[in-house]
């Protein structure tokens, strides 16, 4: 229950402050319109985002190599940041900590956008339908590329056993499936989504 409640209040306090800039031009469109156009947006950021990396200059393949680079350094403070999170665990805000799993959880991630895309495609508020899109069309690109590279590295799950740098590539079971964490891509994706709705820099 608890997760429906963090996600009732997070979107209702998001709809409530977007829903002042409704565009009075969406009103004249049908809804049947508007989700055939949101379809095809969707297909195009999809496209658009999977295609990107055929147009990188020198500065994109060194912020890639910069991303790669800082990934390999954070993995191996991975022990004594597990082994740090663990000794805290209890002095941390268990608030802080659901809403965490359950705002990256696939089941509740997708029901909270669909129902954020259902209200602004009803009212026909474009903002709301705008943001919801975009977090749709960067999830599905961010999902596909986090299933190959999950595929890919083959790295173990923490609880395998097995440590936190046993890799088995291509692997078909899902405790070779680690990395990258899904909960993360899908948090971070959502989060960015709806703060670039905001012109604040600390949102």
């Known amino acids: 229950m608890r997760n429906l409640e963090f996600s009732i209040f997070f979107f209702l306090v998001f709809i409530t402050y977007t829903s002042q800039s409704q565009n ?14 949101d379809a095809k947006t969707t297909f195009n950021g999809i496209k658009y985002s999977l ?48 809403f965490g799993w359950y705002f990256g959880s696939p089941q509740n991630y997708f029901m909270a956008n669909l129902g954020m895309y259902g209200i602004g495609l009803l009212t026909k508020n474009e903002k709301i339908r705008k943001t919801s899109v975009l977090i749709i069309f960067s999830s ?38 680690s990395f990258p964490s899904g909960h993360t891509i899908l948090s971070v994706t959502m989060a960015h989504a709806i703060a670039k709705q905001f012109d604040n820099f600390w949102i």
Do not use: C
């Open 140 to 177: 599905v690109t961010s999902g596909l590329i986090a299933s190959v590279s999950k595929n890919a590295f083959g790295r173990a799950r923490p609880s395998s056993g097995l440590g936190n740098h046993y890799f088995e590539p291509f692997s078909k079971e899902a405790r070779f499936h």
């Open 24 to 37: 009075i031009a969406s009103d004249s469109l049908n809804t049947w319109k508007l989700l055939k156009y």
């Open 51 to 98: 295609l990107r990396p055929k147009d990188w200059k020198g500065k994109d393949y060194a912020k890639f190599g910069a991303l790669i680079s800082g990934t390999v350094l954070l993995s191996l403070a991975d022990e004594e940041m597990k082994r740090f999170t663990q000794r805290n665990a209890d002095d941390f805000p268990i608030v802080i900590r659901d």
